[in-house]
Every structure is written in C-alpha cells, then in structure tokens.
C-alpha cells in the first residue's frame, strides 16, 4: 500500500527571489515540475479562475497558478476554508493583507492587478527579519488576486492564526471568493540535481 502525501504544499515564492533568468525555466522544471503535475493531477475541482489566475479546489487540495506566468504556483493537499464576500470586503481583506505584509506579520504578499502581457504585479517576499525583496508596486485598486502569507508573533485576524494563508480572487464572473487556511504544512523541498 502507497503511504498518501497529507498536508503537503508547493510554494515556488522562494524560487522567484532574485533568481538567474537565463537557466530559470530548465532549473524550475528540475525542481518543481513533477510534484506541481502530481498536485495538479490530485485537485479535480472547482474552478475559481480569472483572466489571470487558476484557482482550484477539490476534496485533496488546492492550487492556484498564474496564466501568464505559470512557475508562479502554489498549492497543498489539504482543504482550505472557502468562502464568496462582497465587494467591499474584498476591499477590506486586501488592505488588511497589505497591512500585515507591511507592518512585519507576513512572510509575502502578491498582488495582480490585470492580465496585460507584461501583467501589472506587486510581489513582496521577506528575505530575512528587516530585508525584503519586492518587484512591481502596491496600487490603490482591488486586485484580480492577492496572496498573503501569515508568519507572525502573535494571531493575526485575517487567518485567525499565527500563520497561515489567504488568498483572494474576483472570479471572471465578477464574484469574490476568499480562501483561508491557518497554520503551515509540510513544504515541498526540491533538491538540485546531482551532477558528475
């Protein structure tokens, strides 16, 4: 009998830092490629998608990847509180994301705001207690989708935890949907391949 993969994630934040562009995609597909296809395989769900991101949710987990970015993905094999808000929580819940990014009680936050080609992005990731990498800029507007990761001293309200996700999304159809999951799970860790 198959041991089952319980609360497992894939995060590929990490490897967006600052990475060496010109080997990227070959080195991403190295390490990320066959547990994001078993992920993907494993969630047969509901779609919450938009023009910019796929939004997943079935019994055996979640994911969510960007259209035009595909390497931009993460997901887990656990099951996420789901839920529909009105627009003016959305609103709420993004400042509140922002927040705790800024104020130190978030690990990252990603914001896209269109679908354009290139996309008009916000991505924040902390590298250390005071040092942060950020690419794009923070706009005043309700994103298509924002992704902040909790990593706090104390329980922060937007995921009712010490740590933990939310994602939002304004699906195609015009509706909001919000994804929350408290704690972390256990993290894909890719190798780098072995060489002679």
Known sequence: MRPELHDFEINTDAALVDPDWEAFVERHDERYGL??????????GRR???DAMKLRVGPRGFYLQSRRFPAA?????????LTFVSEDEA?????EAVAAYRGGDAQSLTCVYDDGDPPEVFFGYR???EERYELGELQGGLPLHARVMVDAAEPVDLVGA???TLVYQRMADGRHVVLR??????PFQPVDPIHD
């Open 48 to 50: 919450f998608d938009n």
């Open 73 to 81: 993905f993460f997901g887990g094999t656990d099951l996420p509180d």
């Open 91 to 95: 609103h709420a819940l993004v400042w």
């Open 162 to 164: 010490r740590q933990g």
């Open 35 to 44: 547990a994001i296809h078993h992920l993907k395989s494993l969630v047969k």
């Open 127 to 129: 590298t250390g207690a």
């Open 181 to 186: 999951r408290t704690g972390r799970r256990h």
